[in-house]
């Protein structure tokens, strides 16, 4: 947190850009954008701020962490219009992400366990059955196999794609990661592992890395409520 300002004190673009290491230009286009209130301009057409665009700056860089870019955008854009519900509404929405990020990163531990050891009897699926005990169409395992995430053979007689146990568990862990926001670039190599070992044990540190994130959004939501509330209360006093 920079210096105390106050809120009749006037700033310059430089003086905002200053605290935060930005260029003049970023906060001129966080104004154009709405992130910041819109600014006085002098009689020579030199914007002026004060204490309040300094709150509204540290407010959004401190949603930046946990809500994202263009959502932190969205909730000071709606502050700044007065639509403080919208504001609120945005911000509920990504602490409901984020606990269903949560569950899905418990099912997919859950999932490891579940999947651990692969049966050693044949439990052959079509492709068809297999997309709806997942609950995704078939283009999309169609898809997962041209990524390398899935090899299933073909029946001899009749063409079709048969998925052993192997396969039927890498679908799974595809499906759980790809809920979980995993590119399929980053899950092929997990999948690569799970095969080379024989099992899910690799991704254990995958796991821990997730959780990490998670917990680091969590506190980062947390700080961003923080500064959005301080700059509320300032608006609100300013109206």
Do not use: C
Not at 41 to 49: E, F, H, L
Not at 74 to 86: F, H, L, P
Not at 210 to 216: N, Q, V
Request: glycine letters at 8%.
């Amino acid at each position: 947190m920079g210096r105390n300002l106050q809120t009749s004190e006037r700033l310059r673009p430089v003086d905002l850009a200053r605290e935060h290491g930005l260029s003049t230009q970023a906060v001129r286009n966080y104004e154009a954008d709405g992130i910041l209130p819109a600014a006085e301009r002098s009689p020579y057409g030199y914007r002026t701020y004060t204490s309040l665009h300094a709150q509204a700056l540290r407010a959004f860089l401190a949603l930046v962490p946990g809500h994202g870019h263009a959502t932190a955008s969205s909730i000071m854009a709606a502050v700044n219009r007065g639509e403080i519900e919208e504001a609120l509404r945005l911000v509920d929405e990504s602490h409901a992400q984020l606990l269903e990020d949560r569950r899905t990163l418990q099912a997919v531990t859950a999932a490891l366990r579940d999947l651990e050891p692969v049966p050693q009897e044949r439990d052959e699926m079509f492709v068809g059955p297999l997309a709806r005990k997942l609950g995704v169409r078939p283009a999309t395992l169609r898809k997962w196999e041209h990524a390398g995430l899935l090899r299933p053979e073909r029946d001899p007689r009749t063409g079709y794609r048969v998925y052993n146990a192997a396969d039927v568990r890498d679908a799974k862990l595809t499906h759980q990661l790809r809920r979980g926001g995993y590119l399929l670039e980053r899950i092929a190599p997990l999948i690569e592992q799970v095969r080379s070992a024989g099992g899910v044990v690799p991704l254990e540190s995958t796991l821990r890395e997730w959780h990490s994130r998670l917990s680091a959004r969590g506190r980062a939501l947390l700080s961003g409520a923080a500064a959005l509330d301080t700059y509320l209360g300032s608006a609100a006093s300013n109206h």
